[in-house]
C-alpha cells in the first residue's frame, strides 16, 4: 500500500515518517556512501523535507520498504538549489512540474535483471496516478544515466536537460519526464498480476 504523506497528515504518519527516514539514511548513507548526509540518529533529512514536501511511502509486512519525495520546482528544490549545474538551459518550472527525489527501496524489495520491481512499479504509477489527480504531468529527475531507456520503455517523455556529471561517485543526468493516462496504462500492464496497489 502507498501511503501519501503531505503536512495536512504528517501528524497521523509520524512512525512511518520515522521509518522512511531511516530507510534514505540506509540507503544513501550507509549504502551509497554519501557520508556528507550522515546523521547521529540514523535519520537521513535535508531543508526539503518542509510543509511543500510530498512523502510517498510504500509498505508491505507493516513496515516502510520504499519511499520517494516530490517537491514543487515553483519552489527551492534540488535543481535549482544544490544540483543546478545538471541544467545547462533554463530550468523547467511550473505548476504542472515537481521534482521526484530520494527514491530508495529496501533491498529485498529491489528488481532483478530488466522488471521493475512491485515496489517500484507502486512507487511509479504513485507519482503518475498522483499528479494526473492534480494536474502535474511532468517530473525532474536527477538520475544514473542507465535509467533512461527504462522510463522510455514505461512511455515516460524524457528530456535530458544537460550532460551527465558525476555526483558523489556516480553519474548523473537531469531530465524532465512527462506523462499521461498511456504512461499509467503501460506501468499496469508491467504490473506483476499478484499486485495491488492502492494509494491512502
Known sequence: MLLVVTAHNAEEYQAELDQAFRLRHRVF??????????RED???????????AVH???????R??????????????????????????????????????????????????RMLSPVANALL?????????????TIIIEMNPLWLLRLVQLHFRVTPLGLPKVI???????????????????????RSPNTHNSIL
Open 125 to 137: 504509477s504513485g507519482i503518475v496516478e498522483w499528479g494526473l489527480d492534480r494536474n502535474i504531468d
Open 64 to 113: 516502510i520498504v520504499g519511499y520517494q519525495r516530490m517537491l514543487p520546482s515553483t519552489r527551492p528544490h534540488l535543481l535549482s538549489e544544490v544540483l543546478s549545474d545538471l541544467s545547462e538551459g533554463e530550468r523547467p518550472v511550473g505548476e504542472n512540474i515537481w521534482e521526484w527525489t530520494r527514491y530508495c527501496v529496501e533491498p529485498q524489495y529491489r528488481e532483478r535483471g
Open 29 to 38: 548513507v550507509e549504502e551509497k556512501g554519501w557520508t556528507d548526509l550522515w
Open 42 to 52: 540514523g535519520r537521513e533529512m535535508d531543508r526539503f523535507d518542509d510543509e511543500h
Open 168 to 190: 558523489g561517485g556516480e553519474e548523473t543526468v537531469a531530465v524532465t519526464a512527462s506523462f499521461d493516462e498511456r504512461t499509467l496504462q503501460r506501468l499496469r500492464e508491467t
Open 56 to 62: 510517498m511511502l510504500f509498505t508491505a509486512e507493516d
